[in-house]
C-alpha cells in the first residue's frame, strides 16, 4: 500500500503559466481533497470529492480546478499561476462517506509561483 | 473567517515536561474534532481524535479533554519527548459535510 502519492515534490512556475499537481491512492477510499498550508494559516480547503464524477468547492477555490474521473485520482489544476499561489500544496483521502475516519495526507507538493 | 482558534502559535517544553495546546470552535454544530501531528516536509498524520459525547480521550501519552460548554478542546502531551518536536494542528468536522476546518497549528520544540 504506497497510500497518498503527490507529485512533483517540487515546482517553480513563472506568473501566468499553468499546471496539474498529481494526487492518487491506492486504498479505494471515496473521499479525497486538495488543501493549502501557508505560515500561520493552518490548512485550507481548496476543492473535494467524494466520488467519481463529483467535486465541490471548499474555502479558497479561486484558480483552481479539479476533476474526478477515477477512485484513484484527483489532479488538481492552477489555470494562471500567480504568485499568492505559492504555498505547499497537500492532497488527503479518506473513507467511509459520513464517518469519522482519519484522512490520510499525501507528503505534498511545494509550489513557487515567481 | 477562522472557526477553530489554536493556540499558543509555538511552545518550548523541557524534556519530561507536560506539552498543552488548546483550541476553541465557534459551530455547535461540530461533532468530530481531531488532532493531526506534522513533521518537516511531511503531510500532517492523525495523532487522536474525539467526538463530543466523552471529556478526555487518552491515547499513551497523549490526552484529548474535551468541554462541550465551553466550547474548547485541548491536547496534553505527558513527559515530552525530543520526538515530539513537530507542528501540531487541530480539526474539527461535521459529519456529512466533508470538510474540516483546522487551526492554525502550534510549533512545539522539545528540549533535550
Known amino acids: 500500500n504506497a497510500g497518498v502519492t503527490q507529485t512533483p515534490k517540487f515546482q517553480v512556475l513563472k506568473t501566468g503559466q499553468s499546471m496539474t499537481l498529481q494526487c492518487a491512492q491506492d486504498?479505494?477510499?471515496?473521499?479525497m481533497s486538495w488543501y493549502r498550508q501557508d505560515p500561520g494559516m493552518g490548512l485550507r480547503l481548496i476543492h473535494y470529492?467524494?466520488?467519481?464524477?463529483?467535486?465541490d468547492q471548499g474555502e479558497v477555490p479561486n484558480g483552481y480546478n479539479v476533476s474526478r474521473s477515477t477512485t484513484e485520482d484527483f489532479p488538481l489544476r492552477l489555470l494562471s499561476a500567480a504568485p499568492s499561489q505559492t504555498s505547499v500544496y497537500f492532497c488527503?483521502?479518506?473513507?467511509?462517506?459520513?464517518?469519522?475516519?482519519?484522512?490520510?495526507f499525501g507528503p505534498g507538493t511545494r509550489l513557487t509561483v515567481l | 473567517q477562522q472557526q477553530v482558534k489554536q493556540s499558543p502559535q509555538s511552545l518550548i517544553v523541557q524534556k519530561g515536561g507536560i506539552s498543552i495546546i488548546n483550541c476553541a470552535y465557534e459551530?455547535?454544530?461540530?461533532?468530530?474534532f481531531p488532532w493531526y501531528q506534522q513533521f518537516p516536509g511531511k503531510g500532517p498524520a492523525l495523532l487522536i481524535a474525539?467526538?463530543?459525547?466523552?471529556s478526555e480521550k487518552k491515547e499513551g501519552r497523549f490526552t484529548i479533554s474535551f468541554n462541550k460548554s465551553a466550547k474548547q478542546f485541548s491536547l496534553h502531551i505527558m513527559d515530552s519527548q525530543p520526538g515530539d518536536s513537530a507542528t501540531y494542528f487541530c480539526?474539527?468536522?461535521?459529519?456529512?459535510?466533508?470538510?474540516?476546518?483546522f487551526g492554525t497549528g502550534t510549533r512545539l520544540k522539545v528540549l533535550a
Open positions: 488527503a483521502s479518506r473513507s467511509p462517506l459520513g464517518g469519522y475516519n482519519e484522512q490520510f
Open positions: 486504498m479505494n477510499h471515496e473521499y
Open positions: 470529492s467524494v466520488g467519481a464524477g463529483i467535486t
Open positions: 459551530n455547535t454544530a461540530f461533532d468530530y
Open positions: 474525539i467526538r463530543p459525547d466523552v
Open positions: 480539526a474539527a468536522d461535521t459529519s456529512g459535510t466533508y470538510k474540516y476546518i
